[in-house]
């Protein structure tokens, strides 16, 4: 566990007869404590609204925001948030998360803050609202080191610090490190790494992922590596000529939104510009949902998925 990662520490303040337990996690560049658990939390995005739901902490929240508006929930997540409101399609506003009484969110930059805009730490701290940030994320505010599963496992970890059910958390975080090593220690060698793009979004331009957003480690535990991995940035645009000049030989489509992943495929497909491209040469298309390419509890799934499409003939 890296501390740059996550620093937790219990300290015990007295406070007349009584003990108060606070606790201090990092989240991107500040240091948060907590006087108590939070009793009425928000969660943004389907990926950390499931992060919240595998720590089964449904009943310390009051909703959640910015799914409907980009994606589907599937049975499983439906389930999971079958008691809680949505309390907004997409982005909050300020005053949606001060009308729920909130005392915590959980977003991250550009998963429900924007750097320089109306809901951020600082905007939210006079009304009593605490923020934990996506790791991920912190790119956007600050330097980090590049996208690793770490990412994912600081965030479980710091969340259950924050809610006290720590325990819970490393017994999740120690359960997917050892399903994963076993999974890659199994894993057929390649004899070259396979050239990955990922195609998120986007015609005339496209939305993919750079060194700090999660596929680039994803692909990399499965073996390929990602085309665009020196691009200095999280999830960003760039141009159809350097997609093919680096010539991927496996395209991964993020699947949500309104333009389906077999539309993403047609279009590349029926391109004559990327006619030429090993990927469409060799129909070589491997679909992650959106809530299995960011950070979340479906990383292992997204791994295992793509080291059988990296060794698929």
């Known amino acids: 566990m890296k501390t740059t990662h996550i620093l937790s520490s219990l300290f ?24 108590a658990p939070p009793k009425a939390a928000i969660s943004n995005d389907v990926n950390l609204t499931e992060m919240m739901l595998v720590l089964g902490l449904a009943d310390r929240m009051v909703g959640y925001t910015g799914i409907s508006g980009w994606k589907t929930l599937d049975a499983e997540m439906t389930a999971g948030v079958e008691a809680l409101p949505e309390l907004s399609a997409k982005y909050p506003s300020k005053e949606v998360l001060i009308g729920a009484d909130a005392d915590f969110f959980f977003a991250g930059w550009n998963y429900g803050m924007r ?17 934990y940030e996506l790791t991920e994320s912190c790119i956007h505010v600050g330097e980090k080191a590049a996208v690793s599963m770490e990412d994912m496992y600081a965030d479980l970890l710091n969340l259950g610090a924050i809610f006290n059910v720590s325990e819970k958390a490393e017994a999740l975080v120690a359960g997917y490190r050892a399903e994963l090593d076993s999974f890659t220690a199994s894993l057929s060698p390649l004899s070259t790494p396979p050239r990955v793009f990922v ?27 990602n085309i665009m991995n020196d691009l200095e940035k999280s999830w960003a645009t760039v141009g159809w000529e350097a997609v ?4 991927p030989e496996v395209i991964v489509i993020v699947n949500y ?25 060799n129909d070589r298309f491997v679909t992650l949902e959106y809530v299995e390419a960011t950070p979340g509890p479906r990383n292992i799934a997204a791994v295992k998925t793509l080291a059988a499409a990296f060794r698929a003939q």
Request: overall charge negative.
């Open 115 to 131: 750097v320089g805009g109306e809901v951020t730490p600082e905007t939210l701290e006079p009304f009593g609202i605490k923020v």
């Open 12 to 35: 015990i303040t007295l406070v007349g007869t009584g003990a108060l337990a606070q606790t201090t996690v990092q989240s991107c560049n500040r240091t948060v404590t907590f006087d």
């Open 244 to 247: 093919v000049e680096r010539n």
């Open 257 to 281: 939104g309104d333009v389906t992943a077999e539309q993403k495929r047609d279009f590349m497909m029926s391109n004559p510009a990327f006619a030429e491209l090993d990927a469409v040469r």
């Open 199 to 225: 195609y998120d979004s986007g015609e005339d331009v496209p939305f993919t992922a750079g060194r700090y957003a999660m596929p680039n480690a994803l692909i990399e535990a499965a073996g390929g590596v």
